[in-house]
């Protein structure tokens, strides 16, 4: 997945009340949403599901260059959709802050590249639904599309925001970040196909929770 690990004080303070502003705007218009259509109680008990997996595997590194780690934004997205997913976001970046996986400065600059992932896969997998009908296929296309989407926004957000105390110009940031970004993508197959055989196995014994299927 696409995150920042950055620590408090990387973003100036400016950047940091921008991005968190950004960040409750979009979760003050899913509340908004929440409110005047009320979601069927099975997508709030699979987002409860969905907010502990995805919590869980955030806090197992894969030992790929340091450590990367699988999100399940893309499936949060084609289970729950944009607007759950974005509390689901918000959640699982304050649960990660409080044990200190990346600052609290951060967790609106997160939302906003978590949620991302979370609206891109939601859209292609929607999208794909005549065009790719196998849920497999459609699944990981969603999934690794979602996840290169994040991986742009975060690459935007650190570049936008510039980080204190590095002495590094921004070619050289850029430079860094793209290979993050390519280390991510590589772990994105890998979540690719675990989403598209989660996905598929949802939809041979509960289609009901796939909400573009029964549409």
Known sequence: MAHIHLE??????????????????????????LRTRKPDPRRITVAAFCTAAAFALFQVDIPIAGGVHISLTPLVGILTGPVIGSLIVLITNILAAAIGHGGWGVI????????????????????????????????????????????????????????????????????????????????????????????SSIGKMRPDLLESERK
């Open 8 to 33: 408090d004080g990387s973003f100036t303070l400016f950047w940091v009340i921008i991005w968190w502003v950004v960040a409750l705007a979009v979760i003050g218009a899913a509340l908004v949403v």
């Open 108 to 199: 609106g600059a997160n939302v906003l590249v978590n949620f991302s992932e979370v609206v891109v896969a939601y859209g292609t997998y929607r999208g794909l639904r005549n065009l790719v009908p196998d849920l497999f296929s459609r699944a990981g296309i969603a999934t690794f599309t979602g996840l290169l989407c994040g991986n742009l926004a975060m690459i935007a957000i650190v570049l936008v925001s510039g980080i204190q105390g590095v002495n590094q110009d921004p070619e050289q940031v850029l430079a860094g970040l793209t290979l993050i970004a390519a280390i991510n993508m590589v772990v994105a197959i890998i979540e690719a196909l675990m989403t598209g055989l989660v996905v």
